[in-house]
């Protein structure tokens, strides 16, 4: 399967804890973005790399989260201190950007978060 | 505000029909808008994306229609089937030069086609 790849698929954590996600994107792929959805809502957007470069954080993105991607490939995000509130889905996202048109991305199956 | 208005109400169509998705937006310049269908418990998937400057794009049997006077797209799916139906999700990219294209994505609009 050459799509994009997201593990764990779910994951059930308590109040406090720390959470790591990982993403593999298409292999070819210079871009990676990280969203996050809530039940009945659009992705909302968190954060962007072109290649290692983080070059984009949303103001969702508060400084108990964490994303990096080195060496250009795989992504982790990282949630400290975890609360109710970051339940939701976290959906990853690739593409190639070879010019200065746009183009689609191309999304993982997620990683569905429960913090009880 | 900025809000991105799409049919909260799913969409029931029937089998061959041809079924008419809205969009709509204030207080958004997109460059660019996208439109994804989505599965229940399934990422996104890219269906087609079309330019400020152009008024209609068509891949198979959609077709998108962009009117930045209206701050409006309009999607079509013609010769639906029931295989057509999930959400359907637009999203504007407000970059026209080169760097990100971070997405802001509407709620969505399900659709059902029944037989």
């Known amino acids: 399967d050459t799509g994009v790849s997201q593990n764990p698929r779910h994951k059930i954590t308590k109040r406090g804890q720390n959470v790591t996600f990982r993403c593999d994107p298409i292999?070819?792929?210079?871009?990676l973005y990280w969203y996050r959805q809530t039940l009945g809502q659009g992705p909302e957007f968190l954060t962007y790399?072109?290649?290692?470069?983080?070059?984009?954080k949303s103001r969702l993105l508060s400084d108990r989260f964490s994303a990096e991607r080195p060496k250009g490939s795989f992504s982790t995000l990282e949630i400290q201190r975890t609360e109710q509130g970051d339940s939701a889905m976290y959906l990853c996202?690739?593409?190639?950007?070879?010019?200065?048109?746009?183009?689609?991305?191309?999304f993982g199956p997620g990683t569905r978060l429960t913090v009880l | 505000s900025q809000k991105i208005e799409q049919n909260s109400e799913a969409l029931n169509i029937q089998e061959g029909k041809t079924a008419t998705l809205t969009c709509n937006y204030t207080?958004?310049?997109?460059?660019?808008l996208q439109w994804y269908r989505q599965d229940p418990g399934r990422g996104p998937v890219f269906l087609l994306l079309?330019?400020?400057?152009?008024k209609e794009k068509r891949k198979e049997r959609l077709k998108v229609t962009f009117d930045t006077t209206l701050k409006q797209s309009l999607f079509h799916i013609t010769a639906s089937q029931p295989a057509d139906s999930a959400t359907y999700l637009c999203?504007?990219?407000?970059?026209?030069?080169?760097?990100?294209?971070?997405?802001?994505f509407g709620t969505g609009t399900r659709l059902q086609v029944t037989l």
């Open positions: 996202a690739s593409s190639l950007k070879r010019d200065a048109r746009a183009e689609g991305q191309y």
């Open positions: 292999s070819e792929h210079n871009r």
């Open positions: 790399f072109q290649n290692e470069a983080q070059l984009e």
């Open positions: 207080n958004y310049s997109p460059a660019y």
């Open positions: 079309i330019r400020e400057n152009e």
């Open positions: 999203a504007l990219d407000m970059i026209r030069y080169g760097t990100a294209s971070k997405l802001t």
